[in-house]
């Protein structure tokens, strides 16, 4: 089966700092893999994404390549601020039509000025 | 892109009451799809919802606990019926979707946080 594991949270960090969130998968395909961000109080947003291997994904600062040798997909971002604070998921998608989704379970971030 | 609008964004329910959500989206889409995301834990699949079929339920989800209705292709309602307090969860619609930078996409609506008491 599919599967999306992330470093255990909470990640503290303070403003500044550099940030990396693991994120490993198992997948029966070629996956699509995602990375959403989850602010306090609202639903899910896509922060990046990844169709195949060696793709990198990037928005607001936050990059993640797609490594199908060591099936990662690392978060990272070089300097972090307290606007960062949220919880950041991974996923994957099998592509070839729709498949269901599979999330890792969350990494919260928390920036300290 | 797809925007996706939740109704009710959020509620405080009693138990033993019954509550749908709506989702709407901005276009067309074949698929709808509904997640639950208990607190502090990360989203799980109830169902799929096509427009004009009833809906697929994932294991651990009954249609009697969670009838959903998918009237057309820009519309899914999701009841939570008979809750319980461990119904308590935020509730999320999504599509897939084309974006012209993101390429095919799993858009999210803003939730609907439901708390039972």
């Known amino acids: 089966g599919n599967s999306v594991t992330q470093m255990e949270g909470p990640v503290t960090l303070s403003e500044e700092a550099f940030l990396t969130i693991n994120c490993t998968y198992t997948?029966?395909?070629?996956?699509?893999l995602f990375w959403y961000v989850q602010y306090p109080g609202e639903g899910l947003q896509l922060l990046l994404k990844?169709?195949?291997?060696?793709d990198k994904g990037s928005n607001k600062g936050f990059e993640a390549t797609y490594r199908k040798e060591t099936t990662s997909f690392h978060l990272e971002k070089g300097s972090v601020q307290v606007s960062d604070s949220a919880v950041y998921f991974c996923?994957?998608?099998?592509?070839?039509?729709?498949?269901?989704?599979?999330f890792g379970t969350g990494t919260k971030l928390q920036v300290i000025p | 892109s797809a925007v996706i609008s939740q109704k009710p964004s959020r509620d405080i329910c009693q138990r033993g009451t019954s509550l749908t959500i709506q989702c709407q989206v901005d276009?067309?889409?074949?698929?709808m799809f509904w997640y639950r995301q208990q607190p502090g834990q990360s989203l799980t699949l109830i169902a799929t919802?096509?427009?004009?079929?009833?809906?697929?339920?994932e294991s651990g989800f009954v249609i009697d606990k969670f009838p959903i209705s998918r009237p057309n292709l820009t519309f899914s309602t999701l009841t939570v019926s008979n809750m319980s307090p461990e119904d308590s969860s935020i509730y999320l619609c999504?599509?897939?979707?084309?974006?012209?930078?993101?390429?095919?996409?799993?858009?999210f609506g803003e939730g609907s946080w439901l708390t039972v008491v």
């Open positions: 999504s599509v897939e979707g084309w974006g012209e930078v993101t390429g095919n996409t799993i858009y």
């Open positions: 997948a029966t395909g070629y996956p699509s």
């Open positions: 990844a169709t195949k291997a060696d």
């Open positions: 996923a994957l998608m099998l592509t070839g039509g729709y498949q269901k989704v599979t």
């Open positions: 276009s067309q889409v074949t698929m």
């Open positions: 919802a096509n427009q004009g079929s009833e809906a697929t339920y």
